[in-house]
């Protein structure tokens, strides 16, 4: 036939001409009217090639090709038959396709592949960033210097950026992979032959998870790499969870650097003046140590330089600095009172003393004297009493340092009891450590000796002695007198307000059951205090030793030695900082479901080694396939035409085609049950064919 020169006009205008043309009858009694149907047909395509050169434009990619003139060929019918010769011929000499080559290296799929490294090495980031950051400063993590026009800038890229970072790219990767699986998979399918609703609903499902509940339907594997693909992103979304900032309290072993007094210098704290007939003592306080006792009264801050701590408002530094204060040598015993011994002679009972604290000067040392009844009533041993030496010692001060504030954490040692205390209970009177007991001064010596000082001399102990006898000193004291409606109290002294509380009353008989609580542990902090102050200022404004000239009490100078020394020691640095905080629960099942959803796309790449072409799921290849890709022979006449999967099934005249204003769904319910194969259409053809017409692709063998 003329029509058969022209294999590719046959294939090019099928679809064209198709529209204009009507299936020839067989019978013998409608021959005059085929004949006349046939003139109908042949008008019909000539007015079509008339309507095509009328608007075929020379510059467009519509416009004939070169060496085909429309108005020379012949286009064939779709009633056209074709032998198997002529299809034989025509495959051996117009091949002019690519071979079908399947086989594993053929069609491994690259591009999933090396997006898989990405998503497993950017899996593996994530983990170290998350570990590593764990813990570390948010400030300071993964900063770096920039050197932008000549001015340095601090560049720091956060934990949450990096994973945001790291999430996008895996996030991105996965995207390509299921894509690529969802294509490949769809191919593998139709190779095996599926119908086309199931292709449809794998396509559907690959583009959306939300058609799993839309239409209802739990499909093959598609659904569950869907699933797995979507739910990828939730854990995305929850990695970001994995770390936080978070306050955290760190600590730094250091050596630090403080210079304190490591003595007491001579003269340090009191001046001597007459307070009688050939009476002398100490009666003032020296200017330094005036504004040491100011500060203790007002408690303002202790300010110490500590070489070696930062000075910010969310750190610290603990040290433990020597300095200036007393070895305590103690005695604890117990007593009674006379409240109630009165007599006809002496009706009121005698002064019974209840509460007492005294400070006494000694050579070189001060005495303490303290007494409380801490037993009700008036008979048998209801008095304890400590008595107390207080010996010049350098001692071991634990300092926190914050801003240059000082605060003093609790003392680690404790007072040394002597071989007669009879009881002291479980009083066991927190002091500071003892490093060396001070040897006395050879001015406080001759000041000892000389039985008429020098008024305006100073003395070293006599003004810390004086000190604490006006701010401690006092007493509560009681007599039974029955003439009196309740007993006589006497009270002395500011430091007893706290303690002179009367729970069970004053009268003469209920006087002796009140109790008071022991004020040791509170002088011991308020001498500690007034002492490491001293310790600060005689290094801070360089006091130096008063000394006698030529050992005469008459004449003393200051000399310029000052008895203070840096110390370098061991020191922690504590401060509060925002870190990072990884919490690795959400990071092991984040990590965990994120494998398993990689894991659950992969089951969609089995069967890519059957395919024959890298295969995608563009419109214009799916179009290519399924566009009159089976050719039917007529059990009628023998003859063979093109049909396309899509033609409605019992329209044999397929004038007009249903369904091309048809939505989706309209078309599944119109197609759906069709089933189809992905193969050899015809020789050297591969289309998208009814599955019982179409051979499976043959490997090696060239298709157009």
Known sequence: MEENRYPKAFSTWSSFTSSFQYESVSSPSDKNSSQVELVERRGLVEEAKASSRKYQNPHSCFRAAQGFDPDEDVYPSQTDTLSDSQVQEDGENRLEGRPWQVGISTRFPIISFVCLLVILSSMTGLIVVLLISDGKNTETWDSRTVNIANHHRKWTVSVNTWIAVLNFIMGKALAVMFAEAVALSWWVSALKGQTLECLHFQWEVGQSVLKILLKRRFWGWVCVASIAFTAFSGLEALLQTASSPTTSLSSYNTSMTATLANALPAGFSGVIASWGHDAFGVEYYTPIFVEVLQNYTVQSRIRLDLDGCPSTPNAWCAINVPGVGFQYTCTAGRNGTDYARISAEHPVGPESTLFQVNFQ???????????????????????????????????????????????????????????????????????????????????????????????????????????????????????????????????????????AQFAQGTANTGIMNNTFSSPMDQLLTNIRDIMFRSSIAIAQHNITDYVLSNGLTTEEFQSSAVPAQPYTGPAAYFIYETVYKTNKAILGVGIGLMLLAILAILPLYRGFWRLGRKVSLSPLEVAKALHYSTIITDSRTASRETHSVLDAKDRSDRLPQLGSNFNDDELVALLGNVKVKYGEVAPHVLGMGLDEYTDSARNGRLYH
């Open 361 to 499: 000067q000694g050579a070189w040392s001060i005495l303490l004297r303290a007494s409380w009844k801490d037993a009700p009533g008036s008979t048998g041993p209801v008095i304890a009493n400590r008595n107390c030496t207080l010996t010049p010692a350098l001692v071991e001060y634990p300092a926190n340092v914050t801003q240059q504030t000082v605060t003093l954490e609790s003392p680690t040692s404790t007072v040394t009891w002597t071989s007669n205390s009879t009881d002291f209970g479980n009083d066991t009177l927190s002091v500071d450590k003892v490093l060396q007991v001070l040897p006395m001064l050879d001015y406080d010596k001759t000041q000892e000796a000389n039985s008429f000082p020098q008024p305006g001399s100073h003395s070293t102990l006599g003004g810390i002695s004086l000190a604490l006898s006006r701010l401690f000193d006092s007493s509560i004291s009681a007599q039974f007198d029955p003439t009196n409606n309740g007993a006589r109290l006497s009270l002395q002294g500011s430091f007893i307000a706290p303690y």
